[in-house]
């Protein structure tokens, strides 16, 4: 409330608890599966915890959901998350797609391609298929993923032609595999790391609005702050996309 954030993404537990008292306040959006680490060994598995009506019942706008595209477990989180979706929209809720990417041969003994351009377009494209209203990425940190890896499908001058090795170019390849940015791509705020976050969040932000992007989700580099400090970070945030000169 008080950084003027026009969302707040939780899950079922900590939307419930507080419904009551600021679903008409805030709009509220249910992440509506996430990791379980207490299983031994840990696995990386986005789980169901809760039903896209119960969503509706507690006052959200909308639900979000996260699949781990690459994994062996991503044909039932499609599946899964493609009917959440479509019975989101038939309440009259928007989604958020979390489109990440999550095989341990995407990171190579040179480099990890998780956030490669190409690799995280390919499932922003398929995420914005199951009818995805906003979708939620990663910003590139390289290219050539299909290439180098040698997997899935790829054209040399996708490379040449769509972008560069310029971040703004690299992002933008991921908006225009949202139907040419109809869909909104929204970048990732990423983890605190301390004294850099908020020239990290500002730069993060005013990259993702020159490649045609729609906005930040901000967790940790704001909430792992004192009050006062992580209000001015979404501020500084918000300043870039209220700001013409940055276009």
Known sequence: IEAGCNGV???FGVLGLYSRKYAHKIPFIVKVNHNELLT???KYDQTLFG???DAWNMGAIGIGATIYFGSKESNRQIKEISEAFEEAHNLGMATILWCYTRNEAFKTEKEDYHTAADVTGQANHIGVTIQADIIKQKLPTNNYGFKNID????N???YETLTTKHPIDLCRLQVANCYMGRIGLISSGGGSKGESDLVEAITTAV???RAGGSGLIMGRKAFQKPFGEGVNILQSVQQVYLEDKID
């Open 151 to 154: 997997f899935g499908k790829y």
């Open 9 to 11: 993404a939780s899950t």
């Open 40 to 42: 031994y060994p840990n």
């Open 156 to 158: 040399d001058e996708m």
């Open 207 to 209: 990259i993702n609005k």
């Open 51 to 53: 039903k896209v009506k």
